[in-house]
């Protein structure tokens, strides 16, 4: 991997104008990887913007630079030597314009095992925890030298795509590269803070609510609850208060599956989890003409679901 991690160093130095750019609605991993790359960018001095569709949640905002991502779509009509995509396991899922996609230079930096290795020069490691690590691993090929502040994106990346380094995905290199972060400076319990011990008063409530909902099948061994927009309405929060919901549910033990419904005016979207190793989600949420991996998978339908005496049923 080194040769291409220098093929890509040397693309990088000979460009004036780069554009990083994200997944929509960006995770810590999407914003950790981009703003990490976009610190090596400033220290050579090259003019750089970082696009996602959608802002970052605001607990994120403690990182380095996270106020110059842009949401703006004009990034696209602007002249650039080099596109760096992080995390974006497609350069639709980007964002990108299909033309623009088309006559740039990209380079894609991914750990999705369905990322097709789009771009001129790829780097897809489905080993990989986190995009933050295999940007850990460029950084190490090309012997540049990680900093506090670097340290910190790439960290705060691994800690929000392995949930605190307690799903699958977490390998003994992971622990290896969060070390050595942590000897650079990054203070784990304060990026813990504030990627994970940030809910509010009213996302607590909600929280509560929500859990207070939970139904069971016994047939299907699975146990499911619901949250719908109305709710984030009522308890004044944002979407984001409701991350890491479904893998709370999945902390029950007499039930192998949990399911998260969310429920907006025309749409519904479901969140599975399991810890089991022998039951795969993935094939539930396929034949909903969803996606994802053996413990963590999802699907949308086209309806609206709402509780009528105790069970959801399809409103329109
Ligand atoms: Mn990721």
Same mark, same amino acid.
């Given at each position: 991997m080194k040769d291409i991690f220098l093929k890509i160093n040397e693309a990088i130095l000979g460009a004036n104008n780069i554009l990083i750019a994200t997944h929509e609605k960006p995770d810590g991993d999407a914003c950790g990887s981009a703003l990490a790359l976009a610190l090596y960018l400033q220290t050579l001095g090259k003019n750089f913007q970082i696009f996602s569709n959608n802002k970052a949640p605001d607990? =994120? &905002?403690? =990182?380095? =630079?996270?106020?110059?991502?842009?949401?703006?779509?004009? +990034?696209?009509?602007k002249r650039w030597d080099l596109v760096i995509c992080v995390d974006a396991s497609s350069t639709s899922f980007a964002h990108l314009p299909d033309d623009f996609a088309v006559r740039s230079t990209i380079i894609n930096f991914d750990h999705h095992a369905?990322?097709?290795? &789009?771009?001129q020069l790829a780097v897809v490691d489905v080993?990989?925890?986190s995009t933050a690590e295999v940007v850990f691993n460029f950084f190490k090929a090309i012997s540049y030298p990680i900093d506090r502040k670097l340290a910190s994106c790439l960290l705060t990346g691994i800690l929000t795509d392995t949930g605190g380094f307690s799903?699958?995905?977490?390998?003994i290199k992971t622990m290896a590269i969060a070390s050595e972060l942590m000897k650079k400076g990054s203070k784990i319990h304060q990026i813990f803070n504030h990627v994970v011990h940030n809910k509010s008063l009213g996302g607590l409530r909600l929280w509560g609510m929500v859990l207070s909902r939970i139904q069971t099948n016994q047939k299907l061994d699975l146990a499911y609850t619901y949250v719908t927009a109305d709710d984030l309405i009522n308890y004044q +929060?944002?979407?984001?208060?409701?991350?890491g919901l479904v893998n709370f549910l999945?902390?029950?033990?007499? &039930?192998s599956v949990v399911m998260l419904f969310k429920i907006d005016r025309g749409f519904t979207k479901a969140s599975i989890r399991t810890k089991?190793?022998?039951?795969? +989600?993935s094939r539930l949420a396929l034949a909903f003409g969803g996606g994802g991996h053996q413990k963590a998978a999802g699907f949308s339908l086209p309806w609206r679901l709402e509780e009528v005496n105790g069970k959801l049923v399809v409103k329109d």
């Open positions: 607990f =994120l &905002y403690f =990182l380095p =630079l996270i106020d110059q991502m842009t949401t703006d779509v004009d +990034v696209f009509n369905t990322n097709a290795s &789009y771009g080993g990989a925890s799903h699958p995905n977490t390998t +929060v944002p979407e984001e208060e409701i991350d999945n902390v029950i033990s007499d &039930y089991r190793d022998d039951i795969d +989600v």
